[in-house]
Nanobody
């Protein structure tokens, strides 16, 4: 049973940066396209960023394009999300999963951006 563990969230002022990490145990990331997702209070979970299994291709929601960067280290079974120029509307719980959301969701990591 794969377990996903997100970390790196916190409270940051608008314009600041955070780097999120997602580690998997029980299964390798290799071969899977991975993604970051977020859910704000009272809203549906939404896609934020994705990366193919080689790390060569990335794609982003329009709302974060140019500010967020997804990357992965298959040897460490870890996916990262570098978030720059954070805005209050980025406040949410952030989760990682396969691009299709096939695995059990982890606890997520809370990102709060103050204005």
């Amino acid at each position: 049973q794969v377990q996903l563990a997100e970390s790196g969230g916190g409270l940051v002022q608008a314009g600041g940066s955070l780097r999120l990490s997602c580690a998997a145990s029980g299964r390798t990331f290799s071969g899977y396209a991975m993604g970051w997702f977020r859910q704000a209070p009272g809203k549906e979970r939404e896609f934020v960023a994705g990366i193919d299994w080689t790390g060569s291709n990335t794609y982003y929601a329009d709302s974060v394009k140019g500010r967020f960067t997804i990357s992965r280290d298959n040897a460490k079974n870890t996916v990262y999300l570098q978030m720059n120029s954070l805005k209050p509307e980025d406040t949410a719980a952030y989760y990682c999963n396969t691009r299709s959301g096939a695995w059990n969701w982890g606890q997520g990591t809370q990102v709060t951006v103050s204005s």
